[in-house]
């Protein structure tokens, strides 16, 4: 299999290619200079979020697009696509039946994240397209997912002298806006939105300055017999 995964996301080089891609150059530098036409290409990120799911395949087009099996919680980073139709699958480890599937079509120059949802039993692919704007000098870009099954909608706030209201009432399988943050380190609450009830508290999480990150809330509030995927919070660095 190719290796199409990469650890880091979304680069510099990308954004760049973001910009060159959604603008037509109306000029040149001179008369004698000609810019080089950008390679057409969506970027795509996968994200495992089933919290009772095994290891699974990501196929596209019936190619496995994983170098190894795609475990729970593992982002994949932005993967550079030619803009056009795709089947999409999630099936079990080297097994052609579908989880799920899906049929997007993924535009030029335009950035999407795809998450496996849900439990085992009922698992979806979500599908989001990305804002790509980098955060102003200073500030660091954070939207909030929750992709905990079981847990009621939520409230995320920082803690501290000032407190600063992330979102609100955040339901099960959405996915805030991306907004701006002062760079810095911060400890989170996360509230059961009904009841105030104070669910997972994360510590010394740090956002660094011109960095855009997801904040993930996964797992279950209460697990199946025999299952460790408990409530929790990862946060993934998108670009």
Same mark, same amino acid.
């Given at each position: ?166 979102? #609100? /009432? ?5 996915? *805030? ?7 810095? $380190? =911060?400890? &989170?609450? @996360?509230?059961?939105?009904? #009841? /105030? ?5 994360? *510590? ?7 960095? $855009? =990150?997801? &904040?993930? @809330?996964?797992?279950?509030? #209460? ?6 995927? *408990? ?9």
């Amino acid at each position: 299999m190719h290796k199409f995964f990469r650890k880091s996301p979304l680069g510099k080089a990308a954004l760049v290619l973001f910009s060159a891609a959604a603008f037509t150059l109306t000029g040149c530098m001179d008369d004698d200079t000609e810019m080089p036409e950008p390679t057409p290409a969506a970027f795509v990120s996968f994200y495992h979020g089933s919290p009772d799911a095994n290891d699974i395949d990501i196929q596209l087009n019936s190619r496995v697009l994983n170098t190894q099996p795609f475990k729970y919680s593992t982002f994949s980073g932005y993967l550079p696509l030619s803009p056009e139709t795709y089947n999409i699958k999630f099936t079990q480890v080297n097994a052609a039946t579908a989880y799920v599937e899906s049929t997007p079509t993924f535009k030029n120059g335009k950035a999407y994240s795809i998450f496996a949802v849900n439990t085992l039993a009922n698992m979806e692919m979500l599908i989001v397209q990305d804002s790509v704007k980098a955060p102003a000098s200073g500030k660091a870009g954070l939207r909030i997912i929750n992709l905990s099954p079981d847990a009621p909608a939520l409230d995320i706030s920082t803690t501290g002298t000032t407190v600063l209201d992330l979102a #609100t /009432d955040v339901a099960f399988k959405e996915i *805030t806006p991306f907004m701006e943050i002062d760079g810095k $380190t =911060y400890t &989170l609450e @996360i509230k059961n939105a009904d #009841t /105030d009830e104070v669910l997972l508290t994360v *510590t010394s999480t740090n956002f660094q300055p011109n960095v $855009t =990150y997801s &904040l993930i @809330i996964r797992g279950f509030a #209460t697990p199946p017999s025999g299952n460790t995927n *408990t409530l929790n919070a990862q946060v993934i660095s998108n670009y």
